[in-house]
T-cell receptor, first 113, second 113 residues
């Protein structure tokens, strides 16, 4: 089964601080995704990537940046964290093609005070 | 506007009963539908996918798809307490570069012993 790991698993940050969430996958999938999950909103796509060096905006990219330095790693960066970014963040990976499954990491719970 | 609508928001079913969950896309360009299951505190995991009109059965789980109405439904027979989870419906397209899933808000299923 596909292996996707995230770090940290829990993070408390202060308003205005910089937060970096990291994701690693060992399955050589080309595509990686960052979602946030909030009660009443389901999973919403923030940024995604087709491979090393590429990042694309998802449905809610404002306030977030992404970085894909290698096939295995995909980071989500909050330059100036705000309390509205308190959420659970999931990373996922998958191969190209709309018919192919995405595999999710365990999630990172971020609290911005 | 949510492009993937799920109903009901929550559902309580007695153990051994039948659970029926619904999902409709408002995007006429979607080609594939997915059902993900998320247990409390865990990450989403793909349960079933359906790409063609008709029905697909895997054990106690049956998925129906009507592509004309862009409606899919998930039916769980002989429901077990371990089926209690958030069920997320997602849709995707079969076009180059469109490797994205759009999720609904989910149906919270509770199986009462």
């Amino acid at each position: 089964e596909a292996a996707v790991t995230q770090s940290p698993r829990n993070k408390v940050a202060v308003t205005g601080g910089k937060v970096t969430l990291s994701c690693n996958q060992t399955n050589n999938h080309n595509n990686m995704y960052w979602y946030r999950q909030d009660t009443g909103h389901g999973l919403r796509l923030i940024h995604y990537s087709y491979g090393a060096g590429s990042t694309e905006k998802g449905d809610i990219p404002d306030g977030y940046k992404a970085s894909r330095p290698s096939q295995e790693n995909f980071s989500l960066i909050l330059e100036l964290a705000t309390p509205s970014q308190t959420s659970v963040y999931f990373c996922a990976s998958g191969d190209p093609g709309g018919a192919l499954e995405q595999y999710f990491g365990p999630g990172t719970r971020l609290t911005v005070l | 506007q949510q492009k993937v609508q799920q109903s009901p928001e929550s559902l309580i079913v007695p153990e051994g009963g039948m659970a029926s969950l619904n999902c409709t896309s408002s995007d006429r360009n979607v080609d594939y539908f997915w059902w993900y299951r998320q247990h409390s505190g865990k990450s989403p995991k793909m349960l079933m996918s359906i790409f063609s009109n008709g029905e697909k059965e895997e054990g106690r789980f049956t998925v129906h798809l009507n592509k004309a109405s862009l409606h899919t439904s998930l039916h769980i027979r002989d429901s077990q307490p371990s089926d209690s989870a958030l069920y997320l419906c997602a849709a995707s397209r079969n076009t180059e570069g469109a490797d994205r899933l759009t999720f609904g808000k989910g149906t919270q299923l509770i199986i009462q012993p």
